[in-house]
């Protein structure tokens, strides 16, 4: 097959939800269509069961599940899939947000009882500011829940989305007969004992056709073809460019658990999905087609061996192809590597491949070269933009328990930092370092795995500080910088890019921070 077709037929996407809404679920039947894998219960679920915090065993469960399904890859219909990983823990959103960087578009599963819920509005927030094309699959129609179109509602006003149905639910829960397909004209009627079948598809192309009313009786007909006619009139009619554009969202509704409504996502998936999309570098927009490659990491996993420190950077190929043994540059150090096993990522193993496409994902073993972020290529000097920090929720001190492992303990924090655990911070007035998390979970896996990763000891100690925001002086030389820097020096510190942070210990002094120095810019994300 031609280079140009290979990347063509490329679809890289991550699938992102609440917690227990049915990722999991989703995900693995979406392999059973591939013919990926061959049973349920293959893809593990990898979240942190509530109550798990000091479990550490927990901790490196996870961390084993999260590397095995990092990336899980199958071929269906002559389209290769890349699904991205993303934790659905809140500790691990930074995980997640940086896995976005690397996905062309997004399924958002919702749970028809719940709604939409908080992890979701933060999550399509992301994807949002990035023009990602989004598709929500509505799921546990075999339960009862909300009604559809008061959850296409809530779905708008929350999420910010301009919805349009392409498939609709008969029924609900205990009344819950089947799915209209809007997008293929067709019905799928759902029987209880379905769970392991895929159901028999019957076409209505006309929903006023008799053979409507004896397949699901009179009257859920009629609510059908009321809700039909409603759905026409009140959303807008697909439109592919849109979609791409991020600016409207096609809703599809089923069961994952029972594989209702799964064969209908993905037949419009693989049809209206983004190929692999070109990526805004700071020096340029590089498209997928360039025949030299170009890559950046989004990810980097620890070996969970503690005997072979080495690692795994997760890159995304932007452009051209990834081959095995080719040196190419890593662009902040300036020097050429060359990788001699590089992991393509299948359903559930990782092989050593010779070749891989833009749109793929290829794991790199990694001694420490390579921190979050990182580009590489083929020699021209780029660097793709947007893995940025964002502003930790949870700061600590952190301190050396074990005078005699200092050296030891700080090159494990440089190490789990590079990884992008957490954040570090080094304050300015007396070089304390601060460690900024999104959970608190994180502090707990930092200790554990300094201690058994590196033989090094610490304990925290709590600080007061509500945002870090990354400070824009605009002019560094004007006096009213110099002014912040003078008075606000015991809340500054730098990241470890050594750019500047304001650590501001209240929202209100962060106002008034900000009211006091107008021309100097405060950013909650370390890109501005
Ligand atoms: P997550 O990855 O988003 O966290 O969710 P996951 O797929 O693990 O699903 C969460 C729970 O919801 C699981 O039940 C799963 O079986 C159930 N579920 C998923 N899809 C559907 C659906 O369409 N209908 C119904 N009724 N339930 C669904 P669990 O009891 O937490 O786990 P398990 O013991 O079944 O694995």
Redesign the pocket.
Known sequence: MSFLKEIQRRRTFGII?H???????LTEKLLLFGGAIQEAGAVK?N?IKKGATSDFMEIERQRGISVATSVLAFEYNGIKINILDTP?HKDFAEDTFRTLTAVDSVIV?IDVAKGVEEQTEKLVEVCRMRHIPIIVFI??M??EGKDAFDLLDEVEQKLGLSVTPLSFPIGMGYDFKGIYNIWEKNINLFSGDSRKNIEETIEISDLESPELTKLIGEKSANTLREEIELVEGIYPPFDKEAYLNGQLQPVFFG????NFGVRELLDCFIEIAPKPRPKQSEERLVTPEEDKFSGFVFKIHANMDPNHRDRLAFVKIVSGTFERNKPYLHVRHGKKLKFSSPNAFFAEKKEIVDISYAGDIVGLHDTGNFKIGDTLTEGEVINYKGVPSFSPEHFRYINNADPLKSKQLFKGIDQLMDEGVAQLFTLELNGRKVIGTVGALQYEVIQYRLEHEYGAKCTYENLNVYKACWVDPKDSKSEEYKDFIRVKQRFLAKDKQNQLVFLADSHFSLEMTQQKYPSLKFHFTSEF
Do not use: H, Q
Not at 255 to 258: C, D, R
């Open positions: 939800s917690p227990d809404a049915g990722k999991t679920t679920s979240k659905g599963v799921n546990k075999d339960r069961s994952a658990l029972n």
